[in-house]
């Protein structure tokens, strides 16, 4: 009998009402999110501004409407400028208590990488001025200050965090890189220039064919300025045990929602068609952040808020009792398995027992 996993109550918070279907025997049913949860806001107000690659969408919490709001950037993949691709996490967080804005950055194949940063920058301050100054609009928390990203905004995310302040931009209070990757490697602002005291997660996964794993750990490595405590590296396992099996691959973070999907980019459909909702979402990727945020914006290290990391690790478990691979979670680089190394333009694929026995160079 196929088999789905549930989720487990550990460390959960709200999260835990947004759990897949449990099942207990007989027939296991769709994994989607359960129509019982239990937000602080019924709905989200969304509205796009600007043209071009500088546009951007602001996503602010609705019914109850609150005087004012923790702001996240949602930095997305190449060529992912339709939100609805992501659009169940922005969802989540939104209804969650936070205003989400989600820079466009680059309009097409066109815009080139080198822009990327400064388009983000000008969607950012743009809508901090529409906030603060329009009456129809939530006021931000500058003192609440975050930036989540995937794949190529992941990159982008680290790189905001290191200009924010030169740039007057709020002290990022976290920032959370998923699966980050370069389109093209472009020397961008020194990493070292992220604050001390923000909290950092940088995250890769097993089967990732698209970046591997080197651009996270530069990452990592490059943000010298912030301490263990504060920072964490999270490798997502694959788990083939039940149905629907559960592949760690480069795409895991998205989730469409067709209420947020804008039909923007070349890629949209194929986007929203692959952007599928699972365990890695709710039990994963959003569990992780909302730690991560709760954390930052209370002064906490990761270490405080994780039990060193431990509270990443948990993902639930399937219908028969099997705990889902769990990920590798830690502050030291040498002692994570590296999955995929680049060398050029191969993939060498490493088991955690492998060593390189060929005599080519391969990139750190």
Not at 45 to 60: H, I, N, P, V
Not at 96 to 125: C, E, K, M, W
Not at 184 to 212: F, K, N, Y
Request: proline share 7%.
């Amino acid at each position: 009998m196929p088999r789905l996993p549930r989720i487990g109550i550990l460390g959960f918070g709200i999260i835990l009402t947004a759990s897949a279907t449990m099942t207990f025997g007989g027939e296991p049913r769709s994994q989607s999110l359960a129509t019982n949860q239990r937000y602080p806001h019924k709905s989200v107000a969304r509205q796009e501004f600007g043209g071009g690659a500088t546009s951007y969408w602001l996503f602010e919490p609705a019914d109850p409407k609150p005087e004012s709001a923790p702001v996240v950037v949602f930095n997305h993949g190449w060529l992912a400028v339709n939100p609805g691709a992501y659009g169940a996490w922005i969802d989540h967080l939104v209804r969650s208590g936070h205003i989400v804005i989600y820079p466009r950055y680059q309009t097409d194949l066109a815009t080139l990488p080198s822009d990327f940063l400064a388009n983000a920058l000008i969607a950012i301050h743009d809508a901090f001025d529409v906030l603060e100054t329009s009456p129809k609009h939530i006021r931000p928390d500058r003192e609440r200050f975050a930036l989540i990203g995937h794949s190529a905004g992941g990159n982008l995310s680290a790189q905001i965090a290191a200009v924010a302040r030169e740039h007057g931009l709020p002290f990022p209070r976290a920032v959370i890189a998923m699966m980050p990757g370069q389109v093209q490697t472009i020397r961008g602002p020194s990493l070292a220039e992220i604050p001390a005291t923000t909290l950092l997660v940088v995250t890769a996964a097993e089967d990732d064919l698209i970046v591997g794993d080197a651009r996270a750990r530069q990452i990592f490595a490059g943000a010298t300025s912030i301490p263990n405590e504060r920072k964490k590296f999270v490798l997502y396992l694959s788990d083939l045990h039940g149905s629907p099996k559960l592949i760690a691959d480069h795409l895991a973070p998205t989730a469409a929602f067709p209420g947020f999907d804008t039909g923007d980019g070349v890629l949209s459909d194929l986007q929203m068609n692959r952007a599928q909702l699972n365990v890695f979402d709710y039990a994963g990727f959003w569990r992780l952040a909302d730690i991560t945020l709760a954390a930052g914006f209370s002064g906490k290290t990761l270490d405080e808020a994780t039990n060193r990391g431990e509270l990443f690790r948990h993902l639930g478990y399937w219908s028969d009792g099997r705990v889902v691979a769990r990920p590798i979670v830690g502050d030291d680089l040498s002692a994570i398995p590296r999955v995929f190394l680049t060398n050029g333009l191969r993939l060498i694929k490493l088991g955690a027992k492998d060593t390189l026995t060929s005599s080519e160079t391969v990139q750190k």
